[in-house]
């Protein structure tokens, strides 16, 4: 079984501060993706990345995918109050499987 | 973009019966279902994979008697807790998808059992 361990597991800072969330795995995975949910409301894709050592943009957001394909992160320059939410990655449980395994997980508050 | 909706939103019903929640997606056909549970301040676990006209595959753990999933068509799956018990209360979230492109995430049912 393939595991994603987000860290941090919570976050809280201040708004206009900057921040990074961790997704690393032992495994090697074909592609991940990164999704933000609101509370009762299920995950919103952000991003997916396929390429090792990829960035990818959207608009205050970074995601980059390591050179192995083991880890990703996520880093908010700015951060604002509506960025506040559960971000989540994921990845194809195997090669080619259109099964997702989710990360663990980090809550993110920004305090206005 | 897609859409996948799911109904009900919500839903509280008593212990020992039993609930069903429907995921549609509304402007494309879904070769592939998928449903996930969430419990509160935890991430998303898959409960199974249900492909249109076929059994669906339940992850281990999950129990295929308790969890009845039926994918009828290509725009509709159901799944069926049947015998609730408060310890199934959870966020219920499906997704849909077409092979090669990627997952649609429906909103959510939100089951309480009393």
């Known amino acids: 079984t393939q595991l994603l361990e987000q860290s941090p597991q919570f976050l809280s800072i201040q708004e206009g501060e900057n921040l990074t969330v961790y997704c690393n795995s032992s495994s090697v995975f074909s592609s991940l993706q990164w999704y933000r949910q609101e509370p009762g409301e299920g995950p919103v894709l952000l991003v997916t990345?396929?390429?090792?050592?990829e960035v990818k943009k959207l608009k205050r957001l970074t995601f980059q995918f390591g050179d192995a394909r083991k880890d990703s992160s996520l880093h908010i320059t700015a951060a604002q109050p509506g960025d506040t939410g559960l971000y989540l990655c994921?990845?194809?449980?195997?090669?080619?499987?259109?099964?997702?395994?989710f990360g663990t997980g980090t809550r993110l508050t920004i305090i206005p | 973009g897609a859409v996948v909706s799911q109904h009900p939103s919500w839903v509280i019903c008593k212990s020992g019966t039993s609930v069903k929640i429907e995921c549609r997606s509304l402007?494309?056909?879904?070769?592939?279902m998928f449903w996930y549970r969430q419990f509160p301040k935890q991430s998303l676990m898959l409960m199974a994979t249900s492909n249109e006209g076929s059994k669906a595959t339940y992850e281990q753990g999950v129990e295929k008697d308790k969890f009845l999933i039926n994918h009828a068509s290509l725009t509709l799956s159901t799944l069926t807790v049947t015998s609730a018990h408060p310890e199934d209360s959870s966020f219920y979230i499906c997704s849909a998808g077409r092979a090669g492109y990627e997952q649609y995430f429906g909103p959510g049912t939100r089951l309480t059992v009393t």
């Open positions: 990345v396929v390429t090792g050592g």
């Open positions: 994921a990845g194809p449980a195997n090669f080619g499987n259109e099964k997702l395994t």
């Open positions: 402007d494309f056909q879904a070769t592939t």
